[in-house]
């Protein structure tokens, strides 16, 4: 069984006992997520639900494994003959979720 889900601005194809890395949430880690944005459910059976958008009475249980840092990305900015340039970065937050089950 499979499903896909949105969280975070982004879809995600999540199974039971997958680990997936979603937008940081304020969980601890230990703490139970539950994902109501489920589009579309496969089941072991060759059975398919679509959600319109979403699928209703579905939903994806997950625990938090994690709290970590991304790559870091730097932004360099320039303008040339003017003496300008700038440099920046940033580490994007991101949790680290173990899919537990999938309710329909």
Do not use: C, N, W
């Amino acid at each position: 069984m499979f499903a896909i889900i949105q969280t975070g601005g982004r879809q995600v194809r999540v199974e039971p006992g997958a680990i997936i890395e979603v937008a940081g949430h304020g969980h601890e880690a230990g703490a139970e997520l539950s994902f109501d944005q489920v589009l579309f459910v496969g089941k072991d059976a060759g059975e398919f639900m679509a959600g319109a958008p979403f699928v209703s009475g579905a939903k994806v249980l997950a625990v938090v494994d994690s709290h970590e840092k991304g790559r870091k990305i730097r932004v360099f900015k320039k303008k040339r003959r003017k003496q300008y340039r700038r440099t920046k970065g940033h580490r994007t937050q991101f949790t680290r979720v173990r899919i537990t089950d999938i309710q329909v």
